[in-house]
Nanobody, 122 residues
């Protein structure tokens, strides 16, 4: 199982950014996959997670962040809109078998991609 996150960068407040997580070695049909982030000095937090049977969205998502899965390409994208400085963080994708509810805040997920840094600044 391998994950490769990409798409991070510098974006102005109010802007949009799309992150991509390329997955290999497993099927999205059988695994939960999610996006997480960790800001400097803060705990890791779960953003969105999707599996074949459940979906989790953090309260702060508030129709700003969306998750898109492409089973044919085995990829999961995180589309972010209306970014603000509080969204500055390293963003990670992670996966493991089963359902999102089995991995609160990603705890217990065995497979993590390298993070990609998102900086929201003017």
């Amino acid at each position: 199982v391998q994950l490769q996150a990409s798409g991070g960068g510098l974006v102005q407040p109010g802007g949009s950014l799309r992150l991509s997580c390329a997955a290999s070695g497993f099927s999205l049909d059988d695994y939960a996959i999610g996006w997480f982030r960790q800001a400097p000095g803060k705990e890791r937090e779960e953003i969105l997670c999707v599996s074949s049977s459940d979906l989790y969205a953090a309260d702060f998502v508030k129709d700003r962040f969306f998750i898109y899965t492409d089973n044919a390409k085995n990829s999961v994208d995180l589309q972010m809109h209306k970014l603000n400085v509080e969204d500055t963080a390293v963003y990670y994708c992670a996966t493991d078998r089963g359902k999102c509810r089995n991995y609160p805040e990603g705890s217990g997920m065995a497979y993590w991609g390298e993070g990609t840094l998102v900086t929201v600044s003017s």
